[in-house]
Nanobody
Framework: QVQLVESGGGLVQAGGSLRLSCAAS????????MRWFRQAPGKQRELVAG???????NYADSVKGRFTISRDNAKNTVYLQMNSLKFEDTAVYYC???????????WGQGTQVTVSS
């Protein structure tokens, strides 16, 4: 099993920054992707950013140029640096680890990000 523990959420004013962290533990395949999703009230969960074990990244159009995903493979930790935050970034942010070989997904418990306008 894989456990994911997120941290770093909170309340910030529009234009501010936050950094989310997600530490993975357990049986982690060396071939995986770590991703951040978010879900706002009344909306579907959406992919925000992802990074593979070899460092390839992808971003939702809505966060390109503002958010940066990175990872420390030695610590099995993924980060999401969020700058120039907007009110519409308000959501619960979930960390996800995708075991590519087994095609299994693991989820964190979520961390609330609230941006005040």
């Amino acid at each position: 099993q894989v456990q994911l523990v997120e941290s770093g959420g909170g309340l910030v004013q529009a234009g501010g920054s936050l950094r989310l962290s997600c530490a993975a533990s357990g049986s982690i395949s060396s071939i995986n992707a770590m991703r951040w999703f978010r879900q706002a009230p009344g909306k579907q969960r959406e992919l925000v950013a992802g990074i593979t074990s070899d460092g390839s990244t992808n971003y939702a159009d809505s966060v390109k140029g503002r958010f940066t995903i990175s990872r420390d493979n030695a610590k099995n930790t993924v980060y999401l640096q969020m700058n120039s935050l907007k009110f519409e970034d308000t959501a619960v942010y979930y960390c996800n680890l995708w075991n590519v070989i087994r095609n299994r997904n693991y989820w964190g418990q979520g961390t609330q990000v609230t941006v005040s306008s």
